[in-house]
Structures are given as C-alpha cells and as structure tokens.
C-alpha cells in the first residue's frame, strides 16, 4: 500500500539528448531516489516497492527505449494518480539541430538508430514516439539552456505547488530561435528599444535604469495592458480544462531588455494570487 499523502513522484521523460541525465542527476541532489528507463507496465510495482522501503520521493526516467511499452504508460499512470500520489511529469526536448549537434559533438550514436537510421531521423520518429507523453507533461525546451540552468529550472518546478495552476513567464531572444516549450508567444520588437542607448545596452530588464526608460514609453504601457486582458480572460478557462501549467513567452530581438521588463512586470502583477515563475532564458550568456 503506498502512502500517498507523503509520496512524492516525478515521471522524467523527453527527447534522447536533451538534457535528462542532467535533470535526473539535479533530482537525485534534492533527494530522489532516481531510475532511468523503467518500462511503464513496473511503474506501480516500482513505486509500492520503494514506498516500503521509505522512499518518500521518487524519479523515475521514460523514454523511447522502452518503445513497445509507451502505449500502456496512460493507463499506468492512471493508475498511480488514483493513489492520490503527488505525480509531475516532466518532458525535456530541443530543436532537431541542437540535438543533432550535440550527438555530433559526443560521438555518441542515437538509442533509436540501431544502425539504420542517421540521427536526424531518430530525433523525429523519437519526438513522435513520445508525443502523447509530451501533451501530458510540463515542457522545458533545453535547447538554449546550460547544464546549471536548467538544474534550477528543474528545482524551480518541483518545489510548485500541483494543486494550483502554475504561470510561467519566459524571456526569450528572438535571434536565438522560438521556445519549444511556450502556450503564448508575444512579440515584444515593436516596442522601442533600450538597446539603441549606449548608457542602457550593458543592461537588461532587470535593471532600473532600463525599467524607467520603458515605463515613460506609452506603447509599452499598453503592449503591456493588452497582454495582461488577454491572460486574465483566459486563464480561468485553461483552469477549468485542469491545466497545471501554462508557459507565455516574451520575445524581443537579444532576450535582455523589453522581454524580460514585460516578464518581470507580469510576474509582480500575477504573483498577487498566482503561483508564478519567470524564467530568463537568454541571462545566462551574459555571464
């Protein structure tokens, strides 16, 4: 019998080379005990088992290795969420190049190429196998992402709260590409931008200086206002479809001045009676 009210259990699943040893490793440092492709048909087996033997937090890693048993994981996850287990699902993936580039870079071959396919095509009949899985899942997109932060990006969405609907605010850089993992993008180039004030362009949206220099512009006022009519006539739906997690994504051309003003700006008003996270994607090629 599992103890569901102190059972906590992360199901990790993405695309090959996408970051899961990472997430996995940053798992097991917050005290999970992690096991990586377990075939979905022993998940509750697993999961009594390590109950029994006082395990209160559980990782465990799905993925298209175990490809003949992907089509039973809903109904054993059904199965598990009856237990009224604290279950997160979490899919990592990246653009097809960027997973491409990094088997090229490690020399490593694709788990699904088996000697026939090249790597780009595993990566897409791979993100096909997994899709349904996906659509279950809260989506991180590692494609620019460094090992550290996605380690904290993964602390972040363990420590949220599952009962609640979690709004994630995302910062983004144009030039570096779309984020995979966005229900909403915004587009923020419109707006007049701080880059183009030498005193401004070492600094981002974070910083005062920048933040007064948006505030005085009226089209950022009302980009601003739009966005936040638009969410608070939305988000009730998506809570009532039992969503646990929508991402909205704010775009500007480097990801370091308006985008991540308008995220900040939107995380201080949300905050108030939302569970929020804003997640800078673009800060860390600052440092």
């Given at each position: 019998m599992v103890n569901?009210?102190?059972?906590?259990?992360v199901l990790l699943s993405g695309l090959s080379g996408a970051g899961k040893?990472?997430?996995?490793?940053?798992?097991?440092?917050?005290?999970?005990?992690?096991?990586?492709?377990?075939?979905?048909p022993l998940l509750p087996q697993a999961v009594s088992m390590l109950d029994l033997d006082g395990y209160p937090k559980i990782a465990i890693g799905i993925d298209a290795r175990s490809a003949h048993n992907l089509a039973t994981f809903p109904d054993h996850l059904a199965a598990l969420m009856d237990l009224g287990l604290d279950v997160r699902m979490l899919f990592l993936e990246a653009n097809n190049e960027v997973l491409v580039k990094r088997y090229s870079e490690?020399?490593?071959?694709?788990?699904?190429?088996?000697?026939?396919?090249?790597?780009?095509?595993?990566?897409?009949?791979?993100r096909e196998m997994l899709e349904n899985i996906r659509e279950?899942?809260?989506?991180?997109?590692?494609?620019?992402?460094?090992?550290?932060?996605?380690?904290?990006?993964?602390?972040?969405?363990?420590?949220?709260?599952?009962?609640?609907?979690m709004l994630i605010f995302e910062s983004f850089g144009f030039k570096h590409g779309?984020?995979?993992?966005?229900?909403?993008?915004?587009?923020?180039?419109c707006l007049p931008n701080p880059f183009y004030d030498p005193a401004l362009r070492s600094l981002t949206g974070m910083d005062q200086p920048v933040a007064d220099f948006l505030m005085r512009q009226a089209s950022v006022g009302n980009y601003l206002t739009h966005i936040l009519g638009f969410l608070e006539r939305w988000l009730p739906e998506f809570e009532r479809d039992q969503r646990s997690y929508v991402t909205v994504a704010i775009g500007?051309?480097?990801?370091?001045?308006?985008s991540v003003y308008l995220a900040e700006e939107l995380r201080r008003h949300f905050s108030r009676?939302?569970?929020?996270?804003?997640?800078?994607?673009?800060?860390?090629q600052r440092s």
């Open positions: 569901s009210q102190h059972q906590q259990l040893s990472v997430a996995l490793k940053a798992l097991e440092d917050l005290g999970f005990y992690c096991l990586d492709n377990l075939p979905a490690s020399r490593r071959s694709h788990p699904l190429s088996l000697g026939e396919l090249t790597v780009s095509e595993s990566v897409v009949v791979e279950m899942s809260h989506v991180i997109d590692t494609s620019g992402l460094s090992a550290a932060q996605l380690r904290t990006w993964v602390r972040e969405f363990i420590a949220t709260d599952r009962a609640k609907l779309l984020p995979l993992d966005a229900d909403f993008v915004f587009d923020a180039r500007c051309t480097g990801g370091q001045h308006r009676n939302r569970q929020v996270l804003v997640r800078h994607r673009e800060q860390h």
